[in-house]
């Protein structure tokens, strides 16, 4: 019967979708490729994975304290390379401070130092960021990642959160977004000698959006394998700017021994799975 025959098309249609994974997906076929020797069995079993599309109709409102930005003034070293899947900032070391940049309060529930940026970005000008609002993506997504401080980090506590990753968004706009020069100088320079590395010097607190009281949070993972389970995710509302020029430097690298431009390097969002989206507003910085 016509009833059956439905039943049985729902049923399939279950079946196949749990099947298809990242790697069936023609848009980032060479990107998840790019990960071929590493453990993906937390990527398709994981209950927490990211990005996420955060629909801002179900979030729901929390106030936490203000983060606590220590030494993002500082001029920092890092050594920016083309890591076959995208660009990465290893921050090395602070030139004057002692300690790198840390972030606390603002809900994390720890100090976390920052470990590297790193860019996701796509083929065209309206997609390539991995965090989605609403369903809108953003052309390019900057990750800064962070790594909880502590003498050992307790495997048996009930929080989870070893790593806190900061997200922002870009957003195409008619002049070039003069906070990023330090990075574009590093691309220029990176392409141009034909080097695997270059070093940079950055300050943390001018990449960040001026507003960094409004934000979204929630549990995750990494977004590349092994996918580990173990992020706070803080999602900046305030989208950054970059110019069409600046985001079309970052598309003219390639995979390793290939002639493949490194393209589409975003992953796909996750199934929420019940998991709590926060829109949070703290006070301001003191």
Same mark, same amino acid.
């Given at each position: 019967?016509?009833?059956?025959?439905?039943?049985?098309?729902?049923?399939?249609?279950?079946?196949?979708?749990?099947?298809?994974?990242?790697?069936?997906?023609?848009?980032?076929?060479?990107?998840?490729?790019?990960?071929?020797?590493?453990?993906?069995?937390?990527?398709?079993?994981?209950?927490?994975?990211?990005?996420?599309?955060?629909?801002?109709?179900? &979030?729901?409102?929390?106030?936490?304290?203000?983060?606590?930005?220590? %030494?993002?003034?500082?001029?920092? /070293?890092?050594?920016?390379?083309?890591?076959? #899947?995208?660009?990465?900032?290893?921050?090395?070391?602070?030139?004057? #401070?002692?300690?790198?940049?840390?972030?606390?309060?603002?809900?994390?529930?720890?100090?976390?130092?920052?470990?590297?940026?790193? *860019? #996701?970005?796509?083929?065209?000008? /309206?997609?390539?960021?991995?965090?989605?609002?609403?369903?809108?993506?953003?052309?390019?997504?900057?990750?800064?990642?962070?790594?909880?401080?502590?003498?050992?980090?307790?495997?048996?506590?009930?929080? +989870?959160?070893?790593?806190?990753?900061?997200?922002?968004? *870009?957003?195409?706009?008619?002049?070039? /977004?003069?906070?990023?020069?330090?990075?574009?100088?590093?691309? #220029?320079?990176?392409?141009?000698?034909?080097?695997?590395?270059? +070093?940079? $010097?950055?300050?943390?607190?001018?990449?960040?959006?001026?507003?960094?009281?409004?934000?979204?949070?929630?549990?995750?993972?990494?977004? &590349?394998?092994?996918?580990?389970?173990? &992020?706070?995710?803080? &999602?900046?509302?305030?989208? +950054? %700017?970059?110019? $069409?020029?600046?985001?079309?430097?970052?598309?003219?690298?390639?995979?390793?021994?290939?002639?493949?431009?490194?393209?589409? /390097?975003?992953?796909?969002?996750?199934?929420?799975?019940?998991?709590?989206?926060?829109?949070?507003?703290?006070?301001?910085?003191?």
């Amino acid at each position: 019967s016509d009833n059956m025959n439905i039943i049985a098309f729902i049923f399939l249609s279950f079946v196949c979708a749990r099947v298809y994974s990242e790697r069936d997906h023609p848009r980032n076929h060479a990107y998840w490729k790019s990960f071929e020797n590493l453990e993906k069995r937390l990527c398709k079993e994981g209950s927490r994975q990211s990005p996420i599309n955060i629909e801002k109709d179900k &979030v729901i409102k929390a106030k936490f304290k203000p983060f606590h930005f220590e %030494n993002y003034d500082a001029e920092v /070293n890092a050594s920016m390379s083309n890591n076959g #899947h995208s660009i990465v900032l290893e921050i090395k070391q602070s030139t004057k #401070h002692t300690s790198l940049p840390r972030i606390s309060y603002g809900g994390l529930g720890g100090t976390y130092e920052i470990q590297e940026l790193h *860019f #996701h970005w796509g083929i065209n000008y /309206n997609e390539g960021s991995e965090h989605r609002i609403s369903g809108t993506s953003f052309p390019i997504e900057l990750h800064m990642v962070h790594k909880k401080v502590g003498d050992k980090f307790d495997k048996n506590s009930m929080d +989870l959160n070893e790593f806190a990753i900061l997200s922002m968004m *870009f957003q195409i706009s008619t002049s070039q /977004n003069s906070k990023l020069e330090p990075i574009i100088e590093g691309i #220029h320079e990176l392409r141009e000698k034909e080097i695997n590395r270059t +070093l940079i $010097k950055l300050q943390m607190n001018k990449i960040l959006p001026r507003n960094v009281t409004e934000f979204f949070r929630y549990e995750g993972s990494f977004t &590349v394998p092994s996918c580990n389970e173990t &992020v706070i995710w803080t &999602v900046f509302k305030e989208p +950054l %700017n970059i110019s $069409k020029y600046q985001l079309y430097l970052f598309k003219q690298f390639k995979y390793p021994n290939s002639t493949t431009r490194i393209m589409n /390097n975003y992953r796909e969002v996750q199934p929420l799975n019940g998991r709590i989206v926060f829109d949070v507003t703290t006070d301001k910085l003191i």
